[in-house]
């Protein structure tokens, strides 16, 4: 029996889940964190954990690593266009067939199905893509650094850095500013935690952020939701199609847009296109 794997992977963690030719979910699995730029060992090791546990759940244990040379994989992980093929030669992963997109591409996939419209995958990291006529566009992705506007790992950042310029007296100090500085003990502890940290720790000051009412929370979210409309507007100059938010953090963002575009519920989630990247090779 053929069988098909699909992972999801970013910021956070992955999930993998194999299936048989008819579609049907066989097993499931989750790991650490996929992000193929920041971290391409780290990545291999969570998708091969979250592989071996789909498949220990479909096919017993004892037949994992039988298995594991047949399969056909569709990977959607984040950092892969930015990675470069070094890292993906890293992965080095033992499958039978291997299809290897970003992030966006497996969102929209599940997502959108056939249909046209526009998905911005808001989580630690964020990127945003566009499906017409079967033809998929995407913008961002290009990480902490450089990028991720609107993301978690984005607001966390963010409230970092603010509270800093609060202690410098360039914004006014705020109960959260301030509580920020003592969670960290002092702004060099900031800093310190700065100067190491990953996306996925950053994005983990994002729930103090969002929907709270200091206003240095609001003042964030108002920076980075109009970061988040830039990257819409510019993909709905093509047309005005459906936008669908997608992530840990879609549906705040659905919320603030909700008078803005007509949103619409994801069809499947990025783990079902992954699977629809994997199919699409038998």
């Known amino acids: 029996m053929v069988l098909f794997l699909g992972i999801d992977g970013g910021g956070t963690g992955c999930r993998a889940a194999i299936a048989d030719a008819a579609g049907r979910i066989l097993g499931q699995g989750r790991a650490g964190p996929a992000n193929l730029m920041s971290d391409p060992a780290g990545t291999r090791e969570n998708l091969l954990a979250a592989t071996r546990t789909a498949l220990a759940e479909a096919c017993g244990a004892g037949n994992v ?38 992030d966006a591409m497996a969102s929209v996939k599940g997502a959108l199905g056939a249909d046209d419209g526009i998905v911005a995958a808001m989580g630690t990291g964020t990127v945003f893509a566009s499906q ?68 996925a720790d950053f994005a983990a000051l994002a729930p103090r952020v969002i929907a709270a009412s200091d206003p240095a929370a609001v003042a964030i979210m108002q920076d980075a939701s109009s970061e988040v409309a830039a990257a819409v507007t510019l993909l709905q100059a093509d047309g005005v199609v459906p ?24 069809k499947g989630t990025a783990l079902d296109g992954a699977l629809i990247l994997a199919r699409e090779m038998a």
């Open 132 to 199: 017409r006529n079967g033809v998929i566009r995407q913008i961002g992705g290009w990480g902490l650094i450089l990028g991720d506007e609107g993301s978690g790992a984005a607001l966390g950042r963010a409230l970092l850095a603010r509270a800093l310029r609060a202690v410098d007296g360039f914004v006014p100090m705020t109960p959260l500013l301030a509580a920020v500085v003592t969670d960290h003990g002092d702004p060099a502890g900031i800093v310190d935690f700065a100067r190491t940290a990953r996306p």
């Open 243 to 266: 936008l669908v938010f997608i992530g840990g953090l879609g549906p705040a963002y659905a919320n603030i847009f909700a008078d803005r575009w007509e949103i619409c519920a994801p």
């Open 65 to 102: 690593e039988a298995e594991l040379p047949h399969l056909i994989a569709g990977l959607g992980l984040a950092g892969v266009n930015t990675a470069g093929e070094d890292a993906r030669e890293k992965l080095d992963l033992p499958f039978a067939k291997i299809r290897l997109e970003t």
